[in-house]
């Protein structure tokens, strides 16, 4: 079955400290994306990378960092420097990066910062 | 700035009764259009898109939703709801660049009463 995986479902983590969230492709699409969900604010882009090794940042980068090493994995670092990391994560993909694709999205991770 | 309007954060409707959630955008050219919907807890589903053609574009689950270039508008419809189809809706809107980056509207959050 092909899809988008992200794990874990659920993350909590103390103040201060720096977590990494996955997501996982196996559509072999070329975008991939980051958004955050907040209630009441729809979805905002953080980040999102066209081909491999390469990635743009969003509307809301800061406080967030990125990799994409291979084409079907694009994780996602909250670091400390990011105020307020409480939220539920969404990442998604595209088959191509031209306009017009619709976007597929993983289950979601919601994390939860103490 | 480009932008998506939901206009009602939250629609309560009988089940068996017909459904029309509002979108408005602002884009400086006709964007492509879609809406998606999520379940509690749960990625975004894809219900419909709108590049060009036919201004009624049918979708999954009996939706559909009408592109009225005049009035910037791009309302989900759906004759008689269902109690499954109680969920948050998202139109979004995208083009105009050689990304396939989206902007999202807010949501509104569906409720349907038996």
């Known amino acids: 079955d092909g899809g988008i995986t992200q794990s874990p479902k659920y993350l909590f983590r103390k103040e201060g400290q720096n977590v990494t969230l996955s997501c996982e492709q196996n559509l072999n699409h070329d975008a991939m994306y980051w958004y955050r969900q907040d209630p009441g604010q729809g979805l905002r882009l953080i980040y999102y990378?066209?081909?491999?090794?390469?990635?743009q940042k969003g509307d809301i980068a800061e406080g967030y960092s990125v990799s994409r090493e291979k084409k079907e994995s694009f994780p996602l670092t909250v670091t400390s420097a990011q105020k307020n990391p409480t939220a539920f994560y969404l990442c998604?993909?595209?088959?191509?990066?031209?306009?017009?694709?619709?976007?597929?999205f993983g289950p979601g991770t919601r994390l939860t910062v103490t | 700035a480009q932008s998506v309007t939901q206009p009602d954060i939250h629609i309560t409707v009988s089940e068996g009764a017909s459904l029309e959630l509002r979108c408005n955008y602002s884009?400086?050219?006709?964007?492509?259009l879609f809406w998606y919907v999520q379940s509690p807890g749960q990625g975004l589903q894809l219900l419909l898109k709108?590049?060009?053609?036919?201004?009624l574009v049918q979708g999954i689950k009996g939706f559909e939703a009408e592109f009225k270039r005049s009035q910037s508008s791009f309302n989900l419809r759906k004759p008689s709801v269902h109690w499954s189809d109680a969920a948050e809706y998202f139109c979004?809107?995208?083009?105009?660049?050689?990304?396939?980056?989206?902007?999202f509207g807010t949501g509104t959050l569906l409720a349907v009463q038996p």
């Open positions: 709108y590049f060009s053609g036919d201004t």
């Open positions: 979004a809107a995208g083009g105009g660049g050689a990304t396939n980056k989206l902007i």
């Open positions: 998604a993909s595209s088959p191509r990066t031209a306009a017009g694709y619709e976007q597929y």
């Open positions: 990378s066209q081909i491999v090794n390469d990635f």
């Open positions: 884009y400086g050219a006709t964007p492509y």
